[in-house]
């Protein structure tokens, strides 16, 4: 049994592409996981697939923009397992479009669930991290924080900032693991936010190469997986010979 078997791993955008498949990888490996997303209906039957495969599974609705939420999905994974060991920061936003569409609502939406929903989670567990001596954060970044095209501006600006706040955090407390994963085109459902046509169809043509979500799963699991003495800060994950 390695010593992360038991862990208890709480997921955001738990139900469905990357987020959905790190919860299928990590209880495969025998960590107790907690789901969060707003569609609770298919938390609930992941979860169920995961106990049925003999795995440690819970969920409970959440919204990462909502502090107050966030900080009962803590309370709730402490109060089922006992402690909290990771968090998963994965939901995310990408409703690409240009500048000059003028989408606000979609840049304010961005803003709220890939910036402030991080650091939502990152308040809800710090001061628990801190008390134990220990912990993991792993927050979802993209390529789109190391670039910008055109219709990505505000969305990378975004995942920059997720990185940013990732490394911060790294350097303030040296007693907590800080991962950051940076995936490139991925299987998703990401792409179904995108309201502008254009954007829409460039972004189906560049997904032709898309990665499956367990790929990027695996890349969390390799840094949950480590020695506690070893910190994999960031990772880029994207597809063979891919921009993206």
């Known amino acids: 049994m390695s010593d992360t078997q038991g862990k208890v791993v709480v997921i955001t955008g738990a139900s469905s592409g990357i987020g959905e498949a790190t919860a299928r990888g990590l209880a ?6 907690v789901l969060g997303a707003r569609r609770t209906g298919r938390l609930q039957a992941l979860a169920q697939e ?18 107050a939420a966030f900080e ?3 309370a709730f994974a402490e109060a089922r397992f006992g402690r909290v060991d990771v968090i998963v920061n994965n939901a995310g936003l ?17 803003i709220d669930v890939n910036v402030r929903g991080v650091l939502n989670g ?41 990185w940013t706040i990732t490394e911060g955090l790294r350097q303030e407390h040296p007693e907590i693991r800080t991962t950051v994963i940076s ?13 502008d046509p254009d954007t829409a169809a460039y972004i ?4 032709r190469v898309a990665l499956k979500p367990d790929v990027i799963a695996q890349a969390i699991r390799y840094a949950i997986e480590q020695p506690a003495d070893v910190a994999v800060n960031e990772m880029i994950v994207r597809p063979m010979g891919g921009a993206f």
């Open 28 to 33: 495969a490996a025998g960590m107790k996981v």
């Open 50 to 67: 995961i106990q049925a495969a003999g795995g440690v599974a819970a969920f409970q609705g959440l919204d990462v923009a909502d502090r």
């Open 72 to 74: 009962a999905f803590i």
């Open 94 to 110: 990408m409703p690409l479009s240009p500048l000059t569409a003028l989408k606000t609502d979609e840049w304010d939406r961005m």
């Open 122 to 162: 990152i308040a809800a567990v710090l001061p628990r991290f801190q008390a134990q001596g220990a912990g993991h954060v792993v927050n979802v970044a993209s390529v789109a924080a190391h670039g910008v095209w055109p219709t990505t501006a505000v969305y990378s600006a975004t995942k920059a900032a997720v």
């Open 183 to 195: 995936p490139g085109v991925v299987e998703s459902e990401l792409a179904a936010t995108i309201t």
């Open 204 to 207: 189906e043509e560049a997904r």
